[in-house]
T-cell receptor, first 113, second 114 residues
Framework: NAGVTQTPKFQVLKTGQSMTLQCAQDMNHNSMYWYRQDPGMGLRLIYYSASEGTTDKGEVPNGYNVSRLNKREFSLRLESAAPSQTSVYFC????????????FGPGTRLTVL | AQSVTQLDSQVPVFEEAPVELRCNYSSSVSVYLFWYVQYPNQGLQLLLKYLSGSTLVKGINGFEAEFNKSQTSFHLRKPSVHISDTAEYFCAVSERAGYSTLTFGKGTMLLVSP
């Protein structure tokens, strides 16, 4: 089992460019999440998908969109990147219950110039 | 809404010494509590979680945490740390009511030196 995979690992964008971060899990989990991690800020939830076919905003959704493509895949799109979106992005998955452990991918380090 | 405060951003400690990483939470309802660890250049992984029952929870790698409802705390402890415990530790909370996402603290960097 690969667990949670993310592509790409690194990306450099110019302001205004767009890109999609990909996430896939092979654990048959119902719920998937996108977080951003910034120094001294911990992890902040961008969007989540409690189950296939649903998506909801988290704490910091502005400037992002998501797609739950199927049960395995959950992508994060930056339509017009800004320097404030320079961050490390983590995808995670869990089963549907709040008590379930979240499993994290290795992260994507994004720099917006 | 819930919130988490990790009182120390960095904790330096010598190898084989005991350590305590502090976490306090705020919520209007009952909560579940978690500690996650992040090793350099990796994603997070679960150390332990408190769901119900005994307030002393044991996790992986010799870590344990105690839930104190009256002080709204969930401090993480290890009696003797190793160099390999150097990592960032995150406390997180979710509410018991319905479906709730995790809210993370800002993290505590544990620096273990020989």
């Amino acid at each position: 089992n690969a667990g949670v995979t993310q592509t790409p690992k690194f990306q450099v964008l110019k302001t205004g460019q767009s890109m999609t971060l990909q996430c896939a899990q092979d654990m048959n989990h119902n719920s998937m999440y996108w977080y951003r991690q910034d120094p001294g800020m911990g992890l902040r939830l961008i969007y989540y998908s409690a189950s296939e076919g649903t998506t909801d905003k988290g704490e910091v959704p502005n400037g992002y969109n998501v797609s739950r493509l199927n049960k395995r895949e959950f992508s994060l799109r930056l339509e017009s990147a800004a320097p404030s979106q320079t961050s490390v992005y983590f995808c995670a998955s869990s089963d549907v219950r709040t008590t379930d452990t979240q499993y994290f991918g290795p992260g994507t380090r994004l720099t917006v110039l | 809404a819930q919130s988490v405060t990790q009182l120390d951003s960095q904790v330096p400690v010598f190898e084989e010494a005991p350590v305590e990483l502090r976490c306090n939470y705020s919520s209007s309802v009952s909560v579940y509590l978690f500690w996650y660890v992040q090793y350099p250049n990796q994603g997070l992984q679960l150390l332990l979680k408190y769901l119900s029952g005994s307030t002393l929870v044991k996790g992986i790698n010799g870590f344990e945490a105690e839930f104190n409802k009256s002080q709204t705390s969930f401090h993480l402890r290890k009696p003797s740390v190793h160099i390999s415990d150097t990592a960032e530790y995150f406390c997180a909370v979710s509410e018991r009511a319905g479906y709730s996402t995790l809210t993370f603290g800002k993290g505590t960097m544990l620096l273990v030196s020989p």
